[in-house]
């Protein structure tokens, strides 16, 4: 991966400027003055804003912009990815904030098509844009020198090969998304807040990860695996996900009580239904973005075998 490569080649220590301690202040006050709105004003809370406030959300996002932006400015010109790849970082980035921590996150919970297009942004559509924004390197330029240090950690790196490996990685990424769709699972992790986090977390850093296994730029080493096994592993996971799209899609009953327990956000639309509409949630949009990182892989291949000639 991008990020623990680079950890390796830590970057100059920054001088600790004045701009950097104001950035910090007002992350910290933000958040401070969402949580107070979120808390005792929860009504007059915009749309755009939090429907629940949760500090790590709010910190790994602001965070990872104001990181990203920093390195960019530390970063020599001919070293800083194009703009295309800035525009997927900040688009991801949004991506996965809009569907965890706004007002989105409201309707998601009361109607099972829209939870299933949240965890689709969580699970594909955010961290594959942030994979194709090759964003690590330049995070760790602009990041406190902790974190470089903490992503050269052996034990870190350890895990990270080990989530990594082509098998493992497939299975935990179609594993994971289906574990939450056990209908016990499910009605327990969508009432219980604990376990809501956890699979809200679960969905973003394992998207991370697989996508960044996928659609690393570099061949094999320092990749670790090759452009063949890359591309086997795009389109494995995208039967999976079709197979239980279609099973979800087609179903005679109502696989997942929570949402007629607490209440369809719309009454119109009727259990089936909606379970219907998460059903192709669930089994094209995956789909495509399997396709879309399968030709990535190619244009990486074909890009690694001219650098190679």
């Keep these: 991966m991008a990020l623990t490569a680079q950890a390796k080649h830590p970057v100059a220590p920054r001088p600790r400027d004045a701009v950097s301690a104001g950035v910090y202040a007002a992350i910290l006050l933000g958040g401070v003055g969402l949580w107070y709105v979120a808390r005792a004003y929860p009504a007059d809370m915009p749309a755009v ?18 990181w990203y932006l920093r390195g960019l400015r530390s970063l020599a010109p001919e070293r800083r990815p194009a703009v295309w790849r800035r525009l997927m970082f900040l688009l991801g980035l949004l991506a996965l904030y809009a569907a965890v ?33 090759a964003a690590g390197p330049v995070i760790l330029a602009g990041g406190p020198r902790w974190l470089a240090r903490l992503c050269a950690h ?8 080990w989530v990594q490996q082509p098998v493992i990685a497939g299975v935990l990424f179609v594993g994971l998304f289906f574990f939450w769709l056990i209908p016990p699972v499910h009605f327990v992790a969508m009432l219980d807040p604990l376990w809501y986090r956890v699979m809200n977390w679960s969905m973003i850093l394992d998207g991370i990860l697989f996508w960044a296994l996928v ?6 080493p320092p990749a670790r695996t090759g452009f063949a096994a890359r591309a086997v592993l795009a389109v494995a996971v995208m039967f999976p996900q079709i197979v239980g799209g279609a099973l979800i899609t087609f179903a005679p009953m109502d696989l997942f009580p929570y949402y007629a327990f607490c209440g369809r956000l719309y009454p119109s639309i009727g259990p089936l239904t909606d379970q219907q509409y998460g059903g192709l949630i669930i089994w094209l949009p995956p789909a495509m973005m399997s396709v879309i990182a ?9 890009r690694a075998e001219a650098a190679g000639r």
């Design 294 to 302: 399968l030709l990535v892989v190619l244009a990486n291949l074909r």
């Design 49 to 66: 804003g939090p429907y629940t406030f949760y500090w790590p959300v709010w910190l790994a996002t602001t965070l990872s912009a104001f």
């Design 101 to 133: 921590h706004t007002g989105f996150e409201y309707v998601a919970q009361r109607m099972f098509f829209l939870n299933r297009a949240q965890h689709v942004v969580m699970h594909h559509l955010g961290p594959l844009l942030l994979a194709l924004s």
């Design 154 to 161: 052996s034990r870190v790196q350890t895990v990270f090969r």
């Design 215 to 220: 659609l690393d730029r570099r061949p094999a």
